[in-house]
């Protein structure tokens, strides 16, 4: 069995010690087991070394000239390109005060001297690997903030024994509102439509009472944004003695699927140039009343008006001049005409 065996074919380490015997016998202990390494000799070589070649771990000494460790860790992670990178600090064994401003500089972990050079690559296998493990799960939050903000989801959580609402900051942001997290449950009801706050209260005290998926939408009244129309989905959370404990959920903005909606109900009943209701709409207006009138409701009349002067006139004029005229014929029987009409 290789002793040595690899620890990532590409890896690349910054060993930082004052004294060249450790970084020579660090260096051979971590060139065996496949890493490329690099080396300083105190704290402000390692800075200008980090920044240059961005290396995936940082073996560094608490105690050098110039600039320690500590003050070497806590300038690594001021600067983005290192934020993240392992930092694995050097310390006796005795040391507890280091290892303590260790952490609070930023270090990832600690190595103690004299250092166990057996277990050395174990110790920067593991950091490396969990490196790797915390960067998949930040690009996972990255991607799905993203598809989020493209599909515009939000979070939120109702915690039951104190009615404190949660937002994430994608529902903060879809709602428009300049609330403090969190909020009293109550707080967000003056951004409903009237018509949709007992509404809210209902579907909350139903997922209490039945629990299980439940979908409700609501009208917020954004000041900066207008309307908005939001899609509720929510499930209920036990504790672990089963209890009622909060409720969790997502919320999506359909605003501009309402509004296209909408848009394509007009569009199918109304004439786009004039507002007047099209065939479509007449035929269904005309057989509702005649069904009524049928049952012995109210009469039905229509009345059909030729506009033989549009006729002739089309072919001479533009379009736009064409659909003026028609504008200015629906305005002038609309204003002869009663609003059942």
């Not at 024994?161 to 942001?173: G, K, M, N, V």
């Amino acid at each position: 069995m290789n002793p040595n065996p690899p620890i990532h074919p590409a890896a690349q380490i910054l060993v930082v010690d004052d004294e060249a015997v450790t970084r020579m016998m660090i260096r051979r202990v971590l060139e065996d087991s496949g890493c490329r390494v690099l080396e300083a000799g105190h704290g402000e070589e390692a800075l200008a070394l980090a920044e240059q070649h961005c290396p995936d771990l940082v073996l560094m000494d608490v105690r050098m000239p110039r600039m320690n460790g500590f003050d070497a860790c806590r300038a690594l992670r001021e600067r983005g390109s290192c934020r993240h990178t392992p930092v694995l600090m050097l310390t006796a064994l005795d040391d507890v005060m280091a290892v303590t401003l260790a952490f609070e500089a930023g270090a990832t972990d600690f190595i103690t001297k004299p250092i166990n050079w057996a277990l050395l690559g174990q110790r920067v296998r593991y950091a490396l690997r969990s490196s790797a493990t915390e960067l998949e799960l930040r690009d996972s939050q990255r991607a799905l903030a993203r598809a989020q903000k493209m599909a515009r989801l939000g979070q939120w959580r109702l915690d039951l024994a104190d009615r404190r609402l949660h937002f994430s900051p994608q529902l903060r942001e879809l709602i428009g509102a300049h609330l403090p997290d969190p909020v009293r449950g109550s707080d967000i009801l003056p951004l409903l439509s009237p018509a949709d706050q007992p509404r809210l209260r209902r579907f909350i005290d139903e997922l209490c009472q039945r629990p299980g998926e439940a979908e409700l939408e609501l009208q917020i009244l954004d000041p900066a944004q207008g309307l908005r129309h939001l899609i509720l989905a929510g499930d209920l959370v036990l504790d672990a003695a089963g209890q009622p404990a909060a409720i969790f959920g997502v919320a999506q903005d359909v605003t501009e699927r309402r509004e296209a909606e909408a848009r394509l109900s007009y569009l199918a009943h109304f004439d786009e140039v004039t507002g007047l209701p099209n065939r479509v709409l007449l035929r269904d207006r005309l057989s509702t009343a005649l069904a009524a009138a049928g049952s012995g409701g109210p009469a039905v009349a229509l009345l059909q008006i030729e506009a033989d002067l549009l006729q002739r006139s089309h072919g001479a004029l533009s379009q736009p001049d064409s659909d003026r005229m028609l504008r200015a014929m629906a305005a002038r029987l609309g204003e002869d005409l009663g609003p059942r009409d």
